[in-house]
């Protein structure tokens, strides 16, 4: 377990934020996220998520939602920028409403992933979609947080790019 914040530090205004390795199996990823994170129970996720077809893994904490799934395409880690790109425009398209920061490609870890923020203004809530490359598939991760508390999850979400590895277990359904 790693800190990513410890209360007093300097520039630091919020309590321990205490990290954990995290294994989403089937999608043949591995990532750190704060200590707190567990599956949705059934009820929120048939709210949440009402179609049949809902993302592999559905975890939460608190007000925070992390949505992973494979995409059925086929990728290597050298198309991730053009992959979030892709995702970024396509978000554009189906959802014009909402406001989206460019795509952005963050190689510190083992990893490279691409992402891009969504802003939901109306919802009060805020999107930063990332994807990766695991056992030859295209993994998406969505995190969603409310707009109060952006500033902080955007920090350790971002963070957490730098967290991700594959674990070579990817369910080759997807």
Known sequence: MDRFCMEGSEGCS?????????DMEGLGLQ???????????????????????RPAILWENGAVQLAGQLTGQEMDSGQTWQAAWALQEMAGELFPEYERSPAYLDERGGLPVGWFRMSMAEREEEHIKAVCAAGGKMVLVTFTY??????????IIRHSFGTWRETGGADQRG
């Open 146 to 155: 409310p707009a109060g508390a952006a500033l902080q999850w955007r920090s």
């Open 31 to 53: 990532l750190e996220l704060p200590s707190g994170f567990g599956p949705m129970g059934e009820e929120r996720q048939e709210r949440l998520y009402p179609w049949e077809e």
């Open 14 to 22: 919020q309590e321990d934020i205490l990290l954990e390795t995290r």
